[in-house]
């Protein structure tokens, strides 16, 4: 083996070799974690009527996206929901649930004391403080716009997802519950937040984006924590997420906020002003996307006149169901009479965003009531009648989208994607 001294190197190529150095620079090992894949499902949830205090949200909900993993030490499989409006994961810890998770099952379950600076300091944007129970354990209470709520200790454990473990990871260990969801058809274990709080999934994760496409109901999509495919990312439309600096009653913070400019029927803008769709001094009517809602409500002024112009323009291809006073869900008041024939084309309607569109067309413009047999209501809703104060776009307009959620730049793209076959590629370990 030859041994070269400096003084045997050549000026020449000692410049030579800093050149390429400068050309070509070696690389630091990437910190960036690897992209989690999940199978993503839209998976019907019934219903089920009952008494809910006036300060609750009549709204329920009817599919909702689930995708499973696995909590504790040994690991338990569970199914979570997902949802981009909420912060704090929770797990159902209840006896009585088939589908629960068990806390004493699990040697790495921890759950966290009052004066834990989780408890102190990071449940600070949860909308309801926690508090401490008479173990002085930390205790948390939570309410959904479907009216659920749910509450119990707030503890810590490994979860284990797409072949990396997580310790540590916090979230709620439900001991109380009630549900706008049937007991005995339950098939989810809990709740996976996914808003910009400090306590959510996301962000305990420590992922810079992530996204998701979902598909009907009859396949699976797929979610994505982590970087996306670049050639999917490439075909995206980005819009950025509203910040504000200041706490306002009727604005959420933590939410993925984006702004509606305006709404588009084929290729007539409705005529609004552009104030219609801004948050008024409250905070009031901010817009935000929701993969935990199924579907969209528009603030009363943007609503009626969706529904007058959707009315003038699908004359003749839809009837319209001739009792008025009928409202599926307490928010969609425009209903059609349907039969088994396949669904008119219809005009689609167009969200308008700053930088993005975002179109709504074919079988997302009308949903097939469960219980009335025949009819079909259009897939927005008038948020006055929830009431909720603000604009939401749910998960059923977003199918055979690529959503992607980039918490690194503060914003959110999305495009029209083939989402089953995204599913059976991660199903056939392909990738997507």
Not at 18 to 45: D, R, Y
Not at 61 to 84: C, E, F, R
Not at 166 to 192: E, I, Q, W
Not at 349 to 376: D, K, N, Q, W
């Amino acid at each position: 083996m030859a041994i070269f001294t400096l003084h045997q190197i050549s000026p020449w190529s000692f410049f030579l070799f800093l050149f390429l150095c400068l050309l070509f620079p070696i690389s630091e090992p990437s910190t960036t974690p690897k992209p989690i894949f999940l199978p993503l499902q839209a998976m019907k949830i019934p219903s089920m009527n009952l008494l809910k205090p006036p300060s609750k949200l009549l709204f329920k909900y009817n599919y909702s996206l689930v995708v499973p993993l696995k909590v504790g030490t040994p690991p338990q499989d569970i199914a979570m929901v997902v949802d981009t409006g909420s912060e704090l994961s929770y797990l159902e810890c209840l006896p009585s649930q088939s589908t629960m998770f068990n806390p004493k099952a699990s040697s790495s379950y921890h759950a966290l004391p009052c004066d834990s600076d989780t408890c102190k300091n990071k449940a600070r944007d949860l909308p309801s403080p926690t508090t401490c129970d008479s173990d002085k354990l930390c205790h948390f209470a939570q309410t959904y716009a479907d009216g659920s709520t749910c509450e119990g200790s707030v503890a810590t454990d490994t979860v284990s997802l797409g072949g990396l473990d997580v310790p540590n990871l916090v979230f709620g260990c439900a001991t109380t519950s009630h549900s706008s969801t049937k007991g005995d058809g339950r098939t989810t274990t809990g709740l996976m937040g996914m808003n910009r709080g400090s306590l959510s999934f996301i962000s305990q994760m420590g992922f810079g984006r992530f996204s998701y496409c979902i598909s009907d109901h009859t396949s699976s999509g797929v979610l994505v924590i982590g970087d996306s495919d670049p050639v999917l990312v490439r075909a995206l439309k980005y819009t950025p997420l509203v910040d504000i600096s200041l706490p306002l009653p009727y604005f959420d913070r933590m939410a993925y906020s984006v702004q509606l400019v305006g709404i588009r029927v084929a290729e007539k803008v409705l005529p609004l002003p552009k104030s219609v769709f801004l948050p008024d001094h409250s905070g009031a009517g901010q817009t935000m996307v929701d993969s935990g809602t199924q579907f969209t409500v528009l603030l009363g002024t943007a609503y009626t006149a969706l529904k007058n112009e959707y009315l003038q323009q699908t004359k003749g291809l839809l009837k319209v169901y001739e009792d008025s006073s009928y409202v599926f869900q307490g928010a969609f008041d425009l209903c059609y009479r349907s039969d088994d024939a396949a669904i008119p084309s219809l005009p689609p309607v167009v969200l308008m965003f700053t930088g993005a569109e975002m179109v709504i067309s074919g079988e997302r413009l009308l949903y097939r009531v469960p219980e009335l047999a025949g009819v079909s209501c259009f897939t927005f809703g008038n948020s006055d009648l929830v009431p909720v104060e603000a604009y939401i776009i749910g998960n059923h307009h977003q199918q055979n989208m690529w959503v992607e959620y980039d918490l690194e730049k503060s914003r959110l793209g999305f495009g029209p994607a083939k989402c089953d076959l995204a599913g059976q590629r991660l199903a056939q370990g392909l990738g997507v």
